[in-house]
Nanobody, 123 residues
Framework: QVQLVESGGGLVQAGGSLRLSCAGS????????MGWFRQAPGKEREFVAR????????DHSGSVKGRFTISRDNAKNTIYLQMNSLKPEDTAVYYC????????????????WGQGTQVTVSS
């Protein structure tokens, strides 16, 4: 089992940048594939990015490709989401999630979730 804690959210102007972090507990953190999702008010939880347990394979949704980058540091039990060129439509609660199987783009592919961190982008 793994526990996840996100940090790094906040208020930023359009065009700005933020880096989200997700710290995981447990010595098996490096064996989990990880993902970032987001959920805006009144909308379903949306896939943002995913990364394999080695970090060698990543995938980003079309809406963030070229602007966001997922990465991980297994020595620190942490994954990151670097967000550049932020837009007001990126405003949401961002969640990290861990999968001990195949980490796809559906929330149901992930067994463990953090509590979320709010990102607000002003125009």
């Amino acid at each position: 089992q793994v526990q996840l804690v996100e940090s790094g959210g906040g208020l930023v102007q359009a065009g700005g940048s933020l880096r989200l972090s997700c710290a995981g507990s447990g010595h098996t953190f490096s064996s989990y594939a990880m993902g970032w999702f987001r959920q805006a008010p009144g909308k379903e939880r949306e896939f943002v990015a995913r990364i394999s347990w080695t970090g060698r394979s990543t995938d980003h949704s079309g809406s963030v490709k070229g602007r966001f980058t997922i990465s991980r540091d297994n020595a620190k039990n942490t994954i990151y989401l670097q967000m550049n060129s932020l837009k007001p439509e990126d405003t949401a609660v961002y969640y990290c999630a861990a999968s001990d199987g195949v980490a796809g783009s559906r929330p149901s592919d992930y067994e463990y979730w953090g509590q979320g961190t709010q990102v607000t982008v002003s125009s």
